[in-house]
């Protein structure tokens, strides 16, 4: 979805009507923007530039995240900045299949004493005056007709993706060689074994290495090593959130054959590092 034409020419549309920047976040937690993160609300910038104003975000959408996944509604709320932000869910054949996040916007408009009480909400952060009122600046404000209308507009067109999905999965089942269908399942196998590599799955799905990376791309949309640091990537994330396990541990039980490459592959995928996400999903741990 993340990649078709149409959700890329839509966030382009509601960027230059409104400003407003959009992500669509997939239920694994693969986040994906075709609009640069430089474009997002200024303060918001400055706010994830610090370690725990980063992990308040990444939290703070976490639960709303789950709260439309439960609910199947969409959420309009106010995020722990102050910020009005939207999270609309998609559905496709009754599961939760990614949520459209946008918003971080200002919820009254402009003046000083508004800007009084954004620096004392975020006196916590110790952001110098001057960079916060050049941020405060730039930041976008819409009324809340207007902002209720954007977001009956991103309902409309959740409801396009999650029918499109429909399509194309059921197409895709059809389609789908056998050859890509063993490789999946080889993978879903092996993929804690760091040793797994291309020409393995490649002998077990019966094609040359070559031919057998370019049906796999052609038929997914990703490469074979795409897809498999994806998959440790999500059993990576279990791990972060429901036991205790130490990093390192849970880079090697993953797959990963170093922490370096852990950290690496893990920050492309969520941008943030594997010991952010785990703090930023602490609640959600085991005493």
Not at 5 to 14: K, Q, S
Not at 226 to 233: I, S
Request: proline content about 4%; overall charge positive; charged content about 25%.
């Amino acid at each position: 979805m993340a990649d078709s034409p149409e959700f890329a020419e839509f966030t382009a549309i509601l960027n230059r009507l409104t400003g407003l920047v959009m992500a669509l976040k997939s239920a694994g937690g693969v986040i994906r923007r075709t609009i640069s993160e430089t474009e997002w609300n200024p303060v918001c910038l400055l706010i994830r530039a610090n370690p725990v104003g980063l992990r308040r975000c990444l939290a703070c959408n976490l639960q709303h995240d789950a709260l439309a996944a439960k609910s199947g509604t969409t959420q309009f709320y106010v995020c722990h900045a102050g910020f009005q932000d939207i999270a609309v869910p998609i559905f496709a054949f009754g599961r939760h299949v990614a949520t459209i996040f946008t918003g971080q916007v200002l919820r009254e408009p402009k003046s000083p004493a508004a800007f009084s009480r954004l620096r004392k909400r975020l006196a916590w952060l110790k952001i110098p005056d001057r960079d916060l009122r050049a941020a405060y600046a730039r930041a976008i404000y819409l009324p809340r007709k207007q902002l209720a209308s954007v977001l009956r507009l991103l309902e409309l067109f959740a409801r396009q993706l999650c029918e499109s999905a429909q399509r194309i999965r059921d197409l895709e089942a059809k389609l789908e060689r056998v050859e890509v269908r063993r490789g999946r399942e080889f993978v879903e196998s092996r993929f804690r074994d760091a040793s797994l590599c291309l020409d393995d799955a490649a002998r077990h799905a019966c094609l040359a290495p070559t031919h057998f990376s370019y049906v796999f791309r052609k038929t997914t949309g990703t490469s074979f090593t795409r897809f498999v640091q994806a998959r440790r990537v999500a059993e990576a994330k279990k791990h972060l959130m429901d036991t205790r396990k130490s990093i390192t541990d849970i880079c090697f039980a993953c797959g990963f054959n170093s922490l370096t490459h852990f950290n690496r592959v893990f920050r492309v995928f969520e941008h943030c590092s594997p010991r952010q996400y785990r703090q930023s999903h602490a609640s959600q741990q085991p005493v």
